[in-house]
């Protein structure tokens, strides 16, 4: 089991700068991939950014350029650093880890979300 706590969002005018960190615990080996996604009201959930173990990344095409996400594994934790914000980054942000030792069983485990309000 692990457990995920996010901190970090707020209101943010347009053209700012956040960071969402994301703190594993538990059987926090089990974790391989970690991420950050967001919804929207009235939108489905999608990926924002990931992050492997390795420490490879994969980013949104919308977030390119403008988002950056780290990792910390000694402290079990994952960041993510926005500037350049607009409003249609308002979103609740979600972190994952996912637990993909087994190609037959993958989890995904959830934190609780995180608002993150772009507005002037």
């Known amino acids: 089991q692990v457990q995920l706590v996010e901190s970090g969002g707020g209101l943010v005018q347009p053209g700012g700068s956040l960071r969402l960190s994301c703190a594993a615990s538990g059987t926090v080996f089990s974790i391989n991939a970690m991420g950050w996604y967001r919804q929207a009201p009235g939108k489905e959930r999608e990926l924002v950014a990931t992050?492997?173990?390795?420490?490879?990344?994969n980013y949104a095409d919308s977030v390119k350029g403008r988002f950056t996400i780290s990792r910390d594994n000694a402290k079990n934790t994952v960041y993510l650093q926005m500037n350049s914000l607009k409003p249609e980054d308002t979103a609740v942000y979600y972190c994952n880890a996912r637990d993909d030792r087994a190609w037959w069983r993958i989890y995904d485990y959830w934190g609780q979300g995180t608002q993150v309000t772009v507005s002037s």
């Open positions: 992050i492997t173990s390795g420490g490879g990344t």
